[in-house]
């Protein structure tokens, strides 16, 4: 049974439909793992197993009777609590909604997961309104690495990260704002992909369109599985995307053309630790050995002079995204925040029509910079992150800054201009860390992430934590 924690989801799925595994046992030894380990890494906050376990019989019982099933009938999955799952409560990554009621829908992502066949068994930690790159909050406390409990999960999808290569859950729910689902991925050894914006229905969509719903699985196959699932147009976000016609799983299975991969290890802004740019030299090998062209890219960001303060500018403005989102609890119970969280907000309150007209000029700046950047390349490798995981009380920014390792360097960026990208682990740094590269392909190319990431991961090997 202890390997079904580290079995791919198409093979779990196999077996329930072949009638070789109950939904009702798989259940089950997803409810002992997260017994057994999540003491130690504090990844699901939320838990139903009774619900869970009526759930999984009730499939079980269809199964036998020969009805029809979705292919995810008996799953687990664990969702990210900044997103609604009915019949568990929402508390956004804060103390100051923990206590709120359950919700009474589902999310549009998370309805078409169980619309297949999903069990949802709880939810995971998150920071607050997901504002940090490390997962911690005054409600549930910090959720570890499964690689060493001294490091950070990363942020701000790091339950859900920390939860499957774990293997506390075979699939789970994310989400990325500034590479939210990439960096947990990265710093935990799993596969984080950031679709093109509006591939999955957001939940209630912010107007800077920065956000979006993600998959987070240990592997590309399991990934493009969930994505075949979730993706496609719906009327609670009118910026989503039709159906794109095709399996995204199907595509793993067709050879990738030859393409132009442009590779560039600094955006001219970062100083990249010698492990991660050794894991962006090996996965530029594999990329030669696979029959693609790879060549040096060296475009340096627009206004890399001033790049700490452009990041900062951003920050700003995400910072008035959740002001306004909880404008009346923060005005009528201040000290519910957690502090930290507070003096964001209380600077989001602060932003100004100037920092709104600066920001929206940088962005349109960084739409046209990367429409060049792909003008030569099919696709393009970096680092994920600078480093590998920083402490699980989060890193020490005012080093990163000095050393230029900001953790959300190579991410942001594509949040800010909608393109896919994919996080790929690729090794083991000398410490024993997860180190991982990132893919980014130009809008709608999710299917060549996925082939191209998949051909990555067969020759780098999946990651298993020492649990």
Same mark, same amino acid.
């Given at each position: ?96 909604? !923990? ?30 309104? +997901? ?22 999960? +990363? ?32 710093? !935990? ?22 956000? !979006? ?134 600077? +989001? ?68 201009? +909608? ?15 997860? !180190? ?32």
């Amino acid at each position: 049974m202890s390997d079904f924690a580290f079995t791919a989801v198409s093979d779990l799925a196999a077996m329930i439909h072949a009638k070789a595994l109950s939904p009702t046992e798989l259940v089950e030894h997803f409810l002992d793992r997260i017994d057994k380990h999540n003491p130690d890494i504090n990844a699901v906050v939320s838990l139903d197993a009774d619900r869970s376990r009526a759930e999984a019989a009730t499939a079980t019982g269809n199964i036998a009777r020969g009805i029809t099933v979705g292919p995810l009938t008996g799953i687990p999955v664990v969702v990210k609590d900044l997103e609604n799952a009915r019949g568990f409560p929402t508390s956004r990554g804060t103390k100051a909604f !923990c206590l709120g009621p359950d919700a009474v829908a589902d999310s549009v992502h998370v309805a078409r997961l169980r619309r297949a066949g999903a069990i949802v068994i709880g939810k995971t930690n998150a920071p607050p309104m +997901g504002a940090a790159i490390y997962t911690d909050n005054d409600a549930f406390g910090t959720t570890r690495n499964p690689w060493n409990p001294m490091a950070s999960a +990363g942020g701000s999808s790091g339950g859900s990260a920390a939860a499957v290569a774990a293997g506390l859950a075979p699939l789970a729910t994310a989400g990325d704002g500034g590479g939210s689902t990439r960096i947990p991925a990265a710093l !935990c050894g799993i596969v984080g992909l950031k679709p093109t914006r509006g591939r999955i229905p957001a939940a209630s969509p912010a107007w800077t369109h920065h956000s !979006c719903p993600t998959p987070m699985g240990r592997s590309v196959r399991d990934t493009a599985l969930h994505l075949d699932i979730v993706a496609g147009y719906h009327p609670a976000d009118t910026f989503s995307l039709p159906d794109p016609g095709y399996s995204y799983r199907g595509a793993l299975d067709r050879p990738s053309p030859r393409l132009r991969v442009g590779v560039n290890r600094t955006f001219g802004v970062a100083n990249p630790h010698p492990d991660i740019l050794h894991a962006v030299e090996r996965a530029t090998q594999s990329l030669r050995s696979l029959g693609h062209q790879v060549m040096d890219d060296n475009a340096a960001l627009p206004g890399a002079e001033t790049f700490p303060a452009s990041l900062q500018l951003r920050q700003q403005i995400l910072a008035y995204i959740r002001f306004t989102a909880v404008r009346d609890e923060f005005d009528s119970r201040p000290e519910d925040f957690e502090p930290w969280f507070a003096a964001i907000l209380d600077r +989001g309150r602060a932003t100004t029509l100037d920092d709104l007209a600066r920001y929206w000029e940088y962005r349109s700046r960084l739409d046209v910079w990367v429409a060049d950047l792909f003008e030569p390349y099919d696709l393009l490798l970096t680092p994920t992150t600078p480093t590998t995981a920083w402490p699980a009380e989060g890193p020490d920014m005012s080093a990163a800054l000095r050393d230029r390792t900001i953790p959300i360097t190579y991410t942001s960026v594509f949040n800010d201009t +909608g393109n896919p990208a994919i996080s790929i682990p690729m090794g083991l740094s000398a410490d024993g860390l997860p !180190c991982a590269v990132q893919l980014i392909a130009p809008h709608h190319r999710d299917d060549l992430l996925l082939q191209v990431g998949a051909a990555l991961e067969r020759d780098a090997g999946q990651l298993r934590p020492p649990l």
